[in-house]
C-alpha cells in the first residue's frame, strides 16, 4: 500500500498563492505518476495536474493552466502544487493521487484524504 499525506491548505484571498505538499510513503516504488485532483462542493472531482517519473512530462487542466505548476522531489517521495493568481472559483478539496503508471493522465490508484482550499473575493 502507498499512504499519501496533503498539507498546506487553507483561506486565501483571490489574487493569493498557495503551495500544497503531498508526502508518499509505504511501498512507493510501486507508483510512478503523480497527479492532484481536487472536488467543490456540489461538483464531481477534476483532474487538476499532473506529474511523470522524471518531472518532464506535465499535463494541466486548462482552467488552471499558467497558474499552477505541478513539481516533484523523488528523493524525498514528495508532489507539489504551486498555485498563484487564485480565484473563488479554486476554492475545492484538493487531493493527492499516485499511479502505477507513467503518464499525467493516467489512471490513479492511491489517494491521500484531501486538503481544503478556500479562495475569497
Known amino acids: 500500500q502507498v499512504q499519501l499525506v496533503e498539507s498546506g491548505g487553507g483561506l486565501v484571498q483571490a489574487g493569493g498563492s498557495l503551495k500544497l505538499s503531498c508526502v508518499a510513503s509505504?511501498?512507493?516504488?510501486?507508483?510512478?505518476?503523480k497527479g492532484w485532483f481536487r472536488q467543490a462542493p456540489g461538483k464531481e472531482r477534476e483532474f487538476v495536474a499532473g506529474?511523470?517519473?522524471?518531472?518532464?512530462?506535465?499535463n494541466y487542466t486548462d482552467s488552471v493552466k499558467g497558474r499552477f505548476t505541478i513539481s516533484r522531489d523523488n528523493a524525498k517521495n514528495t508532489v507539489y502544487l504551486q498555485m498563484n493568481s487564485l480565484k473563488p472559483d479554486d476554492t475545492a478539496v484538493y487531493y493527492c493521487?499516485?499511479?502505477?503508471?507513467?503518464?499525467?493522465?493516467?489512471?490513479?490508484?492511491?489517494w491521500g484524504q484531501g486538503t481544503q482550499v478556500t479562495v475569497s473575493s
Open positions: 493521487a499516485a499511479s502505477r503508471f507513467n503518464e499525467p493522465r493516467a489512471k490513479y490508484d492511491y
Open positions: 509505504g511501498r512507493t516504488f510501486t507508483t510512478i505518476a
Open positions: 506529474i511523470n517519473w522524471s518531472g518532464l512530462n506535465t
